[in-house]
C-alpha cells in the first residue's frame, strides 16, 4: 500500500450509466491529482486540486466531474462515457511545494 | 513547449546484467527530475530523484545520472533482476508550473532469464 486508496479497482460501465471514482489518502498531503493512462500514451493530466481548489482542468471533456470535499479525498464523477474513455485512472497526492508523487494503484475503466 | 521524452519503447537485457534506460527534457526551467517504476496492474512507484543542482545520485542498485547541457536524464539498474520487468517513467518538474510533473511515454523494460 502506498498511502493512496483507489475504489473501485476495476469498473465495467456502460455509456448510460453514471458512475464516481474515489481517492483518499492519509499521508497529510494537499494537493491531488488525476491522470488518465491509455495504452502506449504519457500519462495525461486531467485535474489538480491544491488546498481543495481546482487550479487545472486540462482541457478534460464535461463528462468527467472532479469533486475534492476535502484534503484526503477525491472524487471522478462518470456520466454518459465513451469507448475511448476506457483507461486506467491514477489518482496522486503530495504536499504542495514538495516534488514527488505518490499514486494509487488505479481504476481500470472499461465502457462497454 | 514542455516535453518530456524517451528514446526507446522497449528494453530488453539479460538477467544479472545492467541496464540503462534514457530520457530527454526540453524545458530549460526544469529543476526537479524523478523516475517511477509501474508493474502491472500497480501505480506509478517513485524509485530515484534528482535536483537540477547534481549530475548524479545513487540509490540501492539504481543511479540516476543528469546531463543538463544535452538535456538528457537516464537511469541505471545495475544486476537487472526478473522483479525489475516494469514500465520506467521519468518525470519532470519545471519551475514554471511548479505543482504538476510531466511524465515521458515511458520504456519498457523486459529481463531474459
Known amino acids: 500500500e502506498t498511502g493512496v486508496t483507489q475504489t473501485p479497482r476495476h469498473l465495467v460501465m456502460g455509456m448510460t450509466n453514471k458512475k464516481s471514482l474515489k481517492c483518499e489518502q492519509h499521508?497529510?498531503?494537499?494537493?491531488m491529482y488525476w491522470y488518465k493512462q491509455s495504452a502506449k500514451k504519457p500519462l495525461e493530466l486531467m485535474f489538480v486540486y491544491s488546498l481543495e481548489e481546482r487550479v487545472e482542468n486540462n482541457s478534460v471533456p464535461s463528462r468527467f466531474s472532479p469533486e475534492c470535499p476535502n484534503s484526503s479525498h477525491l472524487f471522478l464523477h462518470l456520466h454518459t462515457l465513451q469507448p475511448e474513455d476506457s483507461a486506467l485512472y491514477l489518482c496522486?497526492?503530495?504536499?504542495?511545494?514538495?516534488?514527488?508523487?505518490?499514486f494509487g494503484s488505479g481504476t481500470r475503466l472499461t465502457v462497454v | 513547449g514542455e516535453s518530456v521524452g524517451l528514446h526507446l519503447p522497449t528494453l530488453s537485457v539479460q538477467e544479472g546484467d545492467n541496464s540503462i534506460i534514457n530520457c530527454a527534457y526540453s524545458n530549460s526551467a526544469s529543476d526537479y527530475f524523478i523516475w517511477y517504476k509501474q508493474e502491472s496492474g500497480k501505480g506509478p512507484q517513485f524509485i530515484i530523484d534528482i535536483r537540477s543542482n547534481m549530475d548524479k545520485r545513487q540509490g540501492q542498485r539504481v543511479t540516476v545520472l543528469l546531463n543538463k547541457t544535452v538535456k538528457h536524464l537516464s537511469l541505471q539498474i545495475a544486476a537487472t533482476q526478473p522483479g525489475d520487468s516494469a514500465v520506467y517513467f521519468c518525470?519532470?518538474?519545471?519551475?514554471?508550473?511548479?505543482?504538476?510533473?510531466?511524465f515521458g511515454s515511458g520504456t519498457r523494460l523486459l529481463v531474459r532469464p
Open positions: 518525470a519532470e518538474n519545471s519551475r514554471d508550473s511548479s505543482y504538476k510533473l510531466i
Open positions: 496522486a497526492s503530495r504536499m504542495q511545494g514538495g516534488y514527488g508523487y505518490t
Open positions: 499521508l497529510g498531503h494537499n494537493a
